[in-house]
């Protein structure tokens, strides 16, 4: 709460050194002032000193209301608080204490796809043309209102004063009086300043006592900014900035302002023009004047712009003055680039009615002058060679060599130097004849090697020298059954079984020692029609699982292509697990003991059924193949209760998740199979079974086309009418006729038809009563309907005719 008493009293004081500077002028509206204003008048009020009762009497004697007063508080309340209001111009920018915010950052400036130089200055965020307030004052820098003076004496005398200059151009030295120092140098001010203290201060004369002047805080400035100017207005800036800043905060030059041409106008004289490309490619600040209170800048539209395009190393539109040349314009691009063709620029220039080519030469370039729009490319050199050589293959150092070093092949293969695995028999050699037809010269590379011959070379040959390793087909050897890591490995000389078998991760625990089968194609060189029935020789081998080659055991090599498979053990087995759930005492997964085990005996181990058991409901699901083995319920009809139960907690749901599973059901009769273990409805378990058995249901539940699908609670007399009529009876659109029940052991019962006669399934306790809708069928229009109608009656009556005669 101090604070803001203390930046209360800065504004209001604010308020009454500008009512001081327009004394003419009607009292201070608070409500036309907006945010940025606000945010100025605090800037150049820091360090008044003046305490919120002083400015508030004072803001009174100069007609500030006590509702205005008040509406102040919450306007800094509000800034404070972080919600700038969005009143004011949006051309005018936003200063705090002097300093510059960092202002919006802006996109590069394209033009057919090609930057403007320049314009990336304005689009960088770590480059924001901040004044350094913190560099000793200039010597020349021109006091005014708003700037504070900070005087400090020491020695025989001590004391400090910070003194602002006030609206008249002085500041009040205590003791002393008002001591003039608008519009003076720095360097005058303090000799001035000086000069008066040593009247009060005697000591200073003699050197006794010593005087120091600095700037403390600035003011501020306006600077208006016009012409071709992204965002032109009126901008309040520290008093030490200068025309790059005014250019920043404003975003730059539009899309036809001058980068080159940028004016400095004060007291309606232009004092400076200001180049950025000096800035860019030199550092060169020394027309960057300093700004000063009610400055104009203008920026020209310019005059001249060029597209340099191709091998140049920025590629841009850049603008170009008129004592400029082409020569001039590639140097600010940057130079030629490092493929660039250097002998003449090709350049499109607007005519008077149409474009216009233009070649200049490379001695042309200091005295061509450019026209704006003209667009310059730079060709590259040629990606053709002189005096190429290639070699490839089997060789230490492949690549391209030069034509007048190694004019013949000898020398080139001794520089290359030849690979232990190169095919010396024949190598070949890719050239062109004088027509540019490709040709091939076939080399034996051992007869060069020996001396005995060689070749000479041209430009452009291409010489490849073939590896033995490439020339041999990638031989391999496959093994697959009970080892580790079945699969294909490549062959090697005198690679044996037993070699495999460890590339393979060795045996695994079902493995065989006694059955591995070898298969070797047939390569029988006497059949020359191919009419040998054998596809294969396989041959059965027996091996100790150590693999120990000192053992005694045979010793079997290996061919390439040879197919190894290790088959099981026929005495190993692997437990195989079965799952029951439901009402039995211990649910669960159990271990299978034998082949002989039964539904019943799982029952038994699993410490028999609970009292609310209902056997007659019990399902057994077992894996299958959908493909070997067809599935209880049809896709249609799976579909058709997915439909129907969508989002219920039937038995069809579970049981259509499960054959999603790749589980099937297997109808049973687990009551039946209780009473006479070992009979045929008593089936032995497989891995993977489930048996389900569920709780005496006490209700049957109706779905599909019904009116109302619902649950009915079960009773001996319940049949499937009374259901259907529990349910409101059937849909017009149903189809009774594929009416069907499905019982909780998941059996399925469909309406029996014999004439007009229709034999509902009969219901029993968790019975789910299904009902689908009719297939959907194209009716006849009554057009279509008459059509035929006419037509039958007309083949009646011309059979009738013919009969009578």
Same mark, same amino acid.
């Given at each position: 709460?101090?604070k803001?008493?203390?930046?209360?009293?800065?504004?209001?004081a604010?308020?009454?050194?500008?009512?001081?500077?327009?004394?003419?002028?009607?009292?201070?509206n608070?409500?036309?002032?907006?945010?940025?204003?606000?945010?100025?008048?605090?800037?150049?009020?820091?360090?008044?000193?003046?305490?919120?009762?002083?400015?508030?009497?004072?803001?009174?004697?100069?007609?500030?209301?006590?509702?205005?007063?008040?509406?102040?508080?919450?306007?800094?309340?509000?800034?404070?608080?972080?919600?700038?209001?969005?009143?004011?111009?949006?051309?005018?920018?936003?200063?705090?204490?002097?300093?510059?915010?960092?202002?919006?950052?802006?996109?590069?400036?394209?033009?057919?796809?090609?930057?403007?130089?320049?314009?990336?200055?304005?689009?960088?965020?770590?480059?924001?043309?901040?004044?350094?307030?913190?560099?000793?004052?200039?010597?020349?820098?021109?006091?005014?209102?708003?700037?504070?003076?900070?005087?400090?004496?020491?020695?025989?005398?001590?004391?400090?004063?910070?003194?602002?200059?006030?609206?008249?151009?002085?500041?009040?030295?205590?003791?002393?009086?008002?001591?003039?120092?608008?519009?003076?140098?720095?360097?005058?001010?303090?000799?001035?300043?000086?000069? +008066?203290?040593s009247?009060?201060?005697?000591?200073?004369?003699?050197?006794?006592?010593?005087?120091?002047?600095?700037?403390?805080?600035?003011?501020?400035?306006?600077?208006?900014?016009?012409?071709?100017?992204?965002?032109?207005?009126?901008?309040?800036?520290?008093?030490?900035?200068?025309?790059?800043?005014?250019?920043?905060?404003?975003?730059?030059?539009?899309?036809?302002?001058?980068?080159?041409?940028? +004016?400095?106008?004060?007291?309606?004289?232009?004092?400076s023009?200001?180049?950025?490309?000096?800035?860019?490619?030199?550092?060169?600040?020394?027309?960057n004047?300093?700004?000063?209170?009610?400055?104009?800048?203008?920026?020209?539209?310019?005059?001249?712009?060029?597209?340099?395009?191709?091998?140049?190393?920025?590629?841009?539109?850049?603008?170009?003055?008129?004592?400029?040349?082409?020569?001039?314009?590639?140097?600010?691009?940057?130079?030629?680039?490092?493929?660039?063709?250097?002998?003449?620029?090709?350049?499109?220039?607007?005519?008077?009615?149409?474009?216009?080519?233009?070649?200049?030469?490379?001695?042309?370039?200091?005295?061509?002058?450019?026209?704006?729009?003209?667009?310059?490319?730079?060709?590259?050199?040629?990606?053709?060679?002189?005096?190429?050589?290639v070699?490839?293959?089997?060789?230490?150092?492949?690549?391209?060599?030069?034509?007048?070093?190694?004019?013949?092949?000898?020398?080139?293969?001794?520089?290359?130097?030849?690979?232990?695995?190169?095919?010396?028999?024949?190598?070949?050699?890719?050239?062109?004849?004088?027509?540019?037809?490709?040709?091939?010269?076939?080399?034996?590379?051992?007869?060069?090697?020996?001396?005995?011959?060689?070749?000479?070379?041209?430009?452009?040959?291409?010489?490849?020298?073939?590896?033995?390793?490439?020339?041999?087909?990638?031989?391999?050897?496959?093994?697959?059954?009970?080892?580790?890591?079945?699969?294909?490995?490549?062959?090697?000389?005198?690679?044996?079984?037993?070699?495999?078998?460890?590339?393979?991760?060795?045996?695994?625990?079902?493995?065989?020692?006694?059955?591995?089968?070898?298969?070797?194609?047939?390569?029988?060189?006497?059949?020359?029609?191919?009419?040998?029935?054998?596809?294969?020789?396989?041959?059965?081998?027996?091996?100790?699982?150590?693999?120990? /080659?000192?053992?005694?055991?045979?010793?079997?090599?290996?061919?390439?292509?040879?197919?190894?498979?290790?088959?099981?053990?026929?005495?190993?087995?692997?437990?195989?697990?079965?799952?029951?759930?439901?009402?039995?005492?211990?649910?669960?997964?159990?271990?299978?003991?034998?082949?002989?085990e039964?539904?019943?005996?799982?029952?038994?181990?699993s410490?028999?059924?609970?009292?609310?058991?209902?056997?007659e409901?019990g399902?057994?699901?077992?894996?299958?193949?959908?493909?070997?083995?067809?599935?209880?319920?049809?896709?249609?009809?799976?579909?058709?209760?997915?439909?129907?139960?969508?989002?219920?907690?039937?038995?069809?749901?579970?049981?259509?998740?499960?054959?999603?599973?790749?589980?099937?059901i297997?109808?049973?009769?687990?009551?039946?199979?209780?009473?006479k273990?070992?009979?045929?409805n008593?089936?032995?378990?497989?891995?993977?079974?489930?048996?389900?058995?569920?709780?005496?249901?006490?209700?049957?539940?109706?779905?599909?086309a019904?009116?109302?699908?619902?649950?009915?609670?079960?009773? /001996?007399?319940?049949?499937?009418?009374?259901?259907?009529?529990?349910?409101?009876?059937?849909?017009? +659109?149903?189809?009774?006729?594929?009416?069907?029940v499905?019982?909780?052991?998941?059996?399925?019962?469909?309406?029996?038809?014999?004439?007009?006669?229709?034999?509902?399934?009969?219901?029993?306790?968790?019975?789910?009563?299904?009902?689908?809708?009719?297939? /959907?069928?194209?009716?006849?229009?009554?057009?279509?309907?008459?059509?035929?109608?006419?037509?039958?009656?007309?083949?009646?009556?011309?059979f009738?005719?013919?009969?009578?005669?």
């Amino acid at each position: 709460m101090k604070k803001m008493k203390q930046v209360l009293a800065i504004i209001i004081a604010v308020f009454l050194f500008a009512s001081f500077s327009f004394a003419q002028q009607p009292a201070i509206n608070i409500d036309q002032l907006s945010d940025q204003q606000l945010m100025q008048y605090l800037g150049m009020a820091n360090g008044s000193g003046m305490s919120e009762a002083d400015a508030i009497a004072k803001a009174r004697e100069k007609g500030l209301s006590d509702d205005q007063i008040q509406k102040l508080r919450q306007r800094i309340q509000s800034l404070n608080s972080g919600s700038v209001g969005a009143k004011g111009s949006s051309d005018t920018a936003d200063y705090r204490s002097g300093g510059i915010n960092k202002a919006p950052v802006n996109s590069v400036l394209l033009i057919n796809g090609l930057p403007v130089f320049g314009s990336s200055l304005f689009a960088k965020e770590n480059l924001i043309f901040e004044p350094n307030l913190q560099i000793p004052t200039p010597v020349n820098y021109q006091i005014g209102t708003g700037d504070q003076l900070n005087i400090d004496l020491f020695g025989y005398s001590d004391a400090n004063f910070k003194l602002k200059v006030s609206p008249d151009g002085t500041i009040r030295i205590p003791n002393l009086g008002p001591v003039k120092v608008a519009g003076m140098s720095f360097e005058t001010a303090q000799q001035k300043i000086k000069s +008066q203290l040593s009247k009060i201060y005697p000591q200073i004369s003699s050197g006794q006592t010593s005087v120091q002047v600095s700037l403390g805080n600035i003011r501020s400035i306006r600077v208006t900014l016009i012409g071709e100017i992204k965002k032109p207005g009126t901008y309040t800036l520290p008093s030490l900035a200068t025309i790059a800043n005014a250019l920043y905060v404003s975003g730059g030059p539009d899309t036809i302002g001058s980068y080159r041409n940028i +004016q400095l106008v004060r007291g309606g004289k232009i004092i400076s023009v200001f180049d950025l490309y000096d800035f860019l490619l030199k550092g060169d600040l020394h027309n960057n004047l300093r700004l000063e209170d009610d400055d104009i800048i203008r920026v020209n539209p310019y005059e001249t712009r060029v597209a340099i395009t191709g091998a140049i190393k920025r590629k841009a539109i850049y603008e170009a003055k008129p004592s400029e040349s082409l020569q001039d314009i590639v140097g600010i691009a940057g130079g030629f680039g490092d493929n660039a063709y250097r002998a003449f620029i090709r350049l499109v220039r607007n005519g008077k009615n149409s474009k216009e080519a233009i070649t200049v030469k490379a001695e042309q370039l200091g005295s061509f002058r450019l026209q704006s729009g003209d667009s310059c490319f730079i060709d590259s050199i040629s990606m053709r060679f002189t005096n190429k050589l290639v070699i490839t293959g089997a060789v230490a150092h492949p690549g391209v060599y030069s034509v007048q070093e190694f004019a013949s092949l000898r020398p080139l293969l001794q520089t290359a130097v030849l690979r232990e695995d190169a095919y010396l028999q024949r190598a070949m050699i890719r050239r062109r004849n004088a027509d540019y037809i490709p040709k091939t010269v076939d080399v034996n590379l051992a007869d060069i090697l020996a001396g005995s011959t060689d070749i000479n070379l041209q430009r452009e040959d291409s010489i490849r020298i073939f590896s033995l390793l490439e020339l041999r087909a990638k031989d391999s050897v496959t093994i697959n059954g009970e080892v580790n890591k079945p699969g294909s490995y490549n062959f090697a000389d005198s690679m044996q079984l037993q070699d495999l078998i460890l590339l393979a991760g060795g045996f695994n625990d079902g493995a065989s020692k006694a059955e591995i089968e070898v298969a070797r194609r047939v390569n029988d060189s006497t059949d020359k029609e191919g009419e040998t029935p054998q596809y294969a020789i396989v041959s059965t081998i027996s091996l100790n699982k150590i693999l120990d /080659k000192t053992a005694g055991l045979p010793i079997v090599y290996l061919h390439p292509y040879d197919i190894v498979s290790v088959r099981r053990d026929p005495a190993y087995k692997e437990q195989i697990t079965v799952d029951i759930q439901g009402e039995v005492l211990y649910p669960g997964k159990y271990t299978v003991q034998n082949n002989q085990e039964t539904i019943s005996a799982l029952v038994k181990r699993s410490g028999g059924l609970r009292t609310t058991a209902y056997t007659e409901g019990g399902m057994l699901l077992r894996n299958t193949f959908s493909d070997t083995i067809e599935s209880n319920l049809s896709e249609d009809r799976i579909n058709t209760i997915r439909n129907q139960t969508k989002g219920s907690d039937s038995l069809s749901t579970s049981l259509i998740n499960s054959i999603s599973k790749n589980k099937k059901i297997v109808n049973i009769n687990l009551q039946s199979a209780l009473d006479k273990p070992n009979s045929f409805n008593d089936i032995k378990l497989q891995a993977g079974d489930i048996l389900r058995i569920p709780k005496y249901p006490e209700t049957v539940q109706s779905f599909g086309a019904v009116y109302v699908p619902k649950k009915v609670v079960y009773n /001996k007399e319940l049949t499937f009418s009374k259901i259907i009529d529990e349910s409101g009876g059937f849909l017009v +659109q149903a189809s009774r006729k594929k009416s069907y029940v499905m019982y909780p052991n998941g059996e399925i019962k469909t309406t029996k038809h014999f004439l007009f006669f229709r034999s509902y399934p009969a219901i029993k306790p968790g019975s789910e009563v299904y009902v689908p809708l009719k297939d /959907k069928r194209n009716a006849f229009s009554i057009t279509e309907l008459a059509s035929i109608t006419a037509l039958i009656t007309g083949i009646v009556t011309t059979f009738y005719l013919i009969k009578s005669l």
